[in-house]
C-alpha cells in the first residue's frame, strides 16, 4: 500500500511554506515588472520614485537628456507655454540584464482654471471629407460612377486642378466649371499620405452640369465641455478626445472654428445600452473662443477674455499622484450654472494604450443621477478634481452602465496642447 505523508508533518509543513512563498515572492516581483510604466512623469525638482522590486535597478541616461518628445505642442498663439522642460532615457534592468527602457519627462508644474462650462463647438474642416461614392444618372440614360476606385470614404480633398478648396460649395463650383470631357486634378490626403489622382466628372440627367459622384462634408457642431484654460495664455482643452466624423469615424482636422454660449435645457438620460445626452440651444452670435486644433486628446484653442470667466487657479496632478477614491467633477447639466459633483476613481490605469482611457470613474452624486443618470453626451471635458488638483477630464461613457465611465490624465491634455 502506498503512504501518503500529510502535509502537516513538520518536514512537508515546512517545505510547503517555503513554496508558497516563492510563489508568492515571484508573482508580486511579475505584477511590478508588468505594471512598470513606460514612460515616467515628475515636475522639475521632484524626487523620482521607482519603487523597482528586488534585482532591478535603474540607470538614468543624463548624457540622453534632450528637450521635447514624441508628440510635440502645439503652437496655438504664440505664447511659450511648453509644459515639458526635457526627457531622459532610464535603462531598467534585472540582475545585471537589460529589461526595458522607460522615458523620463521632467514637467514644468501648472496652474491652470479648470471650468467645467459646457459649450457649443462648430468648426470648419481643413479641405472637405468624403463620406462615401455613388451614381450620377447621365443625359444618356445610363449610369457613371465617377469616383469609383479613386476616392473612398475618410479622404480629405484640399484641391482642384491646385485651387485650394475653402469649403464643399467651392468644390462643386470648380467641378462645374470645368469643361465637357475635362479631366480634373484631385489633391487629396488618405490617412497620412498626401496623393494625386485625375477624374472625369459625369454630367448630371437632373441638371445637366457636372458632377463627381461623392457625398462630402466640411464641418461639424455640437456641445462639449472645456476642461481648463490657461490663466495666462487663455489657451484651452476640452473633451478630452478627438471630435470624429460620425459617418467616417474619421479625425476631423480643424480650419477654424469658435466656441458658442450654450443654454443647456435638460437631458436625455442614459440607459443601459443606449447613451444620454445634453439637450440644450447654441447662441451663435456670443462666441467666447476660437477653436484652432482637434486631435485624440481633445479640442483646443484659445477663450475669450470677458468679465465672466471663472478665476479660481489650481495646480494639477500628475497621474503617479492620482489615488483610487473619492473625487469630484465640474460640469454644467442646468442653464449654463457650473456646479461640483461627487464621483468615485475605481481605477488608475497608467499603461492605458489608449491614453484618453486613463482612469474607471464612477458618478456617486445623487443630484447627477437624478438629473442625467450619470455621463451622457456633451459632458465630455468635465474637470476631474481630487485633493483640490485638477487630475484629469471625463471623456467616454459604459453604454452598458451610464453611471461609470472613462476619464483621461490631465498631463496627457497639457503635453499635446503644450
Not at 150 to 175: F, Q, R, S, T, Y
Request: charged share 20%; glycine share 10%.
Amino acid at each position: 500500500m502506498l503512504k501518503i505523508k500529510s502535509l502537516l508533518e513538520p518536514r512537508n509543513f515546512l517545505i510547503f511554506s517555503a513554496l508558497i512563498f516563492v510563489f508568492a515572492f515571484c508573482l508580486n516581483t511579475a505584477i511590478n515588472i508588468y505594471n512598470l510604466p513606460t514612460r515616467l512623469k515628475v515636475f522639475v525638482g521632484d524626487e523620482v520614485q521607482l519603487n523597482l522590486p528586488a534585482g532591478m535597478r535603474a540607470d538614468f541616461n543624463n548624457a540622453a537628456e534632450v528637450s521635447a518628445t514624441d508628440t510635440e505642442p502645439l503652437n496655438l498663439n504664440g505664447a511659450d507655454s511648453s509644459f515639458i522642460a526635457s526627457s531622459t532615457n532610464v535603462n531598467v534592468s534585472i540582475l545585471g540584464f537589460p529589461f526595458r527602457t522607460m522615458t523620463l519627462e521632467m514637467l514644468h508644474d501648472r496652474e491652470v482654471i479648470p471650468w467645467g462650462q459646457t459649450v457649443g463647438i462648430r468648426f470648419q474642416t481643413a479641405g472637405v471629407l468624403v463620406l462615401g461614392t455613388g451614381t450620377v444618372p447621365q443625359t444618356d440614360g445610363t449610369n457613371a460612377r465617377p469616383s469609383d476606385g479613386i476616392l473612398k470614404p475618410g479622404d480629405i480633398l484640399l484641391e482642384v486642378d491646385g485651387k485650394p478648396l475653402d469649403n464643399k460649395e467651392h468644390l462643386i463650383e470648380l467641378i462645374e466649371a470645368a469643361p465637357p470631357g475635362a479631366k480634373l486634378s484631385l489633391t487629396f490626403r488618405r490617412e497620412e499620405e498626401i496623393m494625386h489622382k485625375a477624374i472625369s466628372p459625369a454630367i448630371s440627367r437632373e441638371n445637366g452640369r457636372n458632377k463627381l459622384g461623392v457625398w462630402v462634408r466640411d464641418g461639424t457642431q455640437g456641445i462639449g465641455t472645456i476642461t481648463y484654460f490657461d490663466p495666462e495664455t487663455l489657451i484651452f482643452g476640452a473633451l478630452g478626445h478627438g471630435i470624429t466624423d460620425v459617418d467616417t469615424r474619421q479625425l476631423m482636422p480643424v480650419k477654424q472654428g469658435v466656441l458658442m454660449e450654450a443654454n443647456i435645457l435638460g437631458a436625455r438620460k442614459g440607459r443601459k445600452g443606449s447613451a444620454g445626452e445634453l439637450i440644450g440651444d447654441l447662441n451663435p452670435s456670443t462666441v467666447i473662443g476660437y477653436v484652432s486644433h482637434n486631435n485624440r486628446l481633445g479640442v483646443f484653442g484659445t477663450v475669450t477674455q470677458n468679465d465672466t470667466l471663472p478665476t479660481e487657479r489650481m495646480g494639477i496632478a500628475l497621474q503617479g499622484d492620482v489615488r483610487e477614491g473619492p473625487a469630484i467633477i465640474r460640469t454644467s447639466v442646468n442653464g449654463n450654472n457650473v456646479r461640483d459633483f461627487d464621483i468615485f476613481i475605481e481605477r488608475v490605469n497608467r499603461n492605458s494604450a489608449d491614453e484618453s482611457k486613463g482612469m474607471v470613474i464612477r458618478i456617486t452624486d445623487h443630484d447627477l443621477i437624478a438629473a442625467t443618470n450619470g455621463i451622457v453626451q456633451g459632458m465630455s471635458g468635465s474637470p476631474i478634481i481630487q485633493n483640490n488638483r485638477l487630475v484629469g477630464a471625463i471623456t467616454h461613457v459604459f453604454v452598458q452602465n451610464p453611471h461609470r465611465g472613462y476619464g483621461i490624465f490631465i498631463e496627457n491634455m497639457l503635453r499635446v496642447n503644450g
